[in-house]
């Protein structure tokens, strides 16, 4: 069974920095892309960031480029979103996805708050 | 960046109907479009990938129509657990951008 599990959430104060990791067990997890989206409180989706599955691609939104990095670890079937400078329009549930034709699988999200 | 246009916002509609949602893309996608249902508090699901292929595991009563700017999603006849919020997708080009959601609710 596809599971992929977010961690690293928390309140954050603004212009600090958090790291996001995803935990995939149950595919072969260094055969797929993978992508960061994310949904503010009360709102619809937005795409974050996409890395490749050898990690040579990344692609960010205008939003998050130059604070926002993604990567992955495929011997540790990982991937990651390293968040700085964070803002409070941030805030949001995190969500891992993975990239087949369409996002097919997603984690169950990790909430990220900036506030002071 | 390409723009997703969901209609309608939102709908209100009875067991047994026949729900049509739409989605505009600003320029062509091809079939490079994707629907997801998404309930509250839950991570999104994939309902329909490229267009019109129905993912594995997804009930029949859900299909999806369209190519270049304008698709559909339809139910064929919702039932009590399809009361969600449903979001197009495209993954034509980066930036990766989704609909704005429809919300189906009990009439």
């Known amino acids: 069974e596809v599971q992929l599990v977010e961690s690293g959430g928390g309140l954050v104060q603004p212009g600090g920095s958090l790291r996001l990791s995803c935990a995939a067990s149950?595919?072969?997890?260094?055969?797929?892309?993978m992508n960061w989206v994310r949904q503010a409180p009360g709102t619809g989706l937005e795409w974050v960031s996409y890395?490749?599955?050898?990690?040579?691609?990344?692609y960010y939104a205008d939003s998050v480029k130059g604070r926002f990095t993604i990567s992955r670890d495929n011997a540790k079937n990982s991937l990651s979103l390293q968040m700085n400078s964070l803002r409070a329009e941030d805030t949001a549930v995190y969500y891992c996805?993975?990239?087949?034709?369409?996002?097919?699988?997603w984690g169950q999200g990790t909430l990220v708050t900036v506030s002071s | 960046d390409i723009q997703m246009t969901q209609s309608p916002s939102s709908l209100s509609a009875s067991v047994g109907d026949r729900v049509t949602i739409t989605c505009r893309a600003s320029?062509?996608?091809?079939?490079?479009l994707n629907w997801y249902q998404q309930k509250p508090g839950k991570a999104p699901k994939l309902l329909i990938y490229?267009?019109?292929t129905l993912q594995s595991g997804v009930p029949s009563r859900f299909s999806g129509s369209g190519s270049g700017t304008d698709f559909t999603l339809t139910i064929s006849s919702l039932q009590p657990e399809d009361f969600a919020t449903y979001y197009c997708?495209?993954?034509?080009?980066?930036?990766?951008?989704f609909g704005q959601g429809t919300k189906v609710d009990i009439k």
């Open positions: 320029q062509n996608i091809n079939n490079y």
């Open positions: 996805a993975r990239d087949r034709v369409g996002l097919d699988h």
């Open positions: 149950g595919f072969t997890f260094s055969s797929y892309s």
């Open positions: 890395i490749s599955s050898s990690g040579s691609t990344i």
């Open positions: 490229a267009a019109s």
């Open positions: 997708h495209q993954s034509y080009s980066t930036p990766w951008t």
